[in-house]
């Protein structure tokens, strides 16, 4: 094909895609100037509402130590802050290079997304709970939702394989598994992530994790 008629193809396109973007706004913008002061106060209601329902939220989930990254001291401790937040990423940790690693990322995170609870635990002082969730490989990131473990982010693999991956890589990873959010909505605006819960396997990168 010549190179004019594949930049005529290509105008017709952005011309098609601009004209229908035009025409969403112009139905916006008429469907506002429809409305009458009722309306407009049912809308500022209904938003107050729901910015009310958010704060209350919030609350709730700071009280529970939402919002920042913290060690969980014993393995029954676990279990009640599992229950208590709908969503948890627990880090199954020890004192090693691939572990610090984790932290550092998980730390930011904790902070931008007070909707989830961060926290971590030594799996080496955590026998019955390394050997009932099978963590074999560290780190090992057990994503739990409403008290149980529905997926696992094991090692680095699924980060680029190496301990240089981003936070957004990350985050990327954690929001498609749907534990964190935002603003209610999943930070990849995708439908439910189809990923079933994982077995956690051993990891063959070895400088990206540590076997326990």
Request: glycine content about 4%; charged content about 35%; hydrophobic content about 35%.
């Amino acid at each position: 094909m010549e190179i004019p008629k594949v930049q005529e193809i290509l105008e017709k396109q952005v011309l098609t895609v601009a004209k229908a973007f035009e025409d969403k706004i112009d139905d916006e913008i008429a469907a506002l100037d429809r409305l009458d002061l009722d309306d407009i106060e049912v809308l500022r209601e209904r938003r107050l509402q729901q910015m009310k329902k958010m704060a209350e939220k919030r609350s709730r989930w700071m009280a529970l130590g939402h919002g920042e990254y913290s060690e969980i001291p014993s393995e029954k401790d676990f279990f009640s802050i599992v229950k208590a937040s709908e969503r948890v990423v627990c880090h199954f940790y020890r004192e090693n290079w691939p572990c610090k690693v984790m932290d550092k990322h998980l730390s930011i995170l904790a902070k931008q997304h007070i909707e989830t609870r961060f926290v971590k635990i030594q799996a080496e002082k955590s026998p019955f709970l390394a050997e009932k969730l099978k963590i074999v490989v560290l780190p090992t990131l057990a994503l739990i939702k409403n008290a149980k473990v529905d997926d696992y982010v094991v090692g680095f693999d699924e980060l680029g394989g190496t301990d240089g991956f981003s936070t957004e890589e990350l985050e990327e990873r954690l929001a498609r598994a749907q534990l964190i959010y935002f603003e209610g909505e999943s930070s990849l605006n995708s439908s439910k992530s189809g990923a079933t819960t994982r077995s956690v396997r051993q990891s063959t990168n070895s400088h990206s994790s540590d076997s326990e």
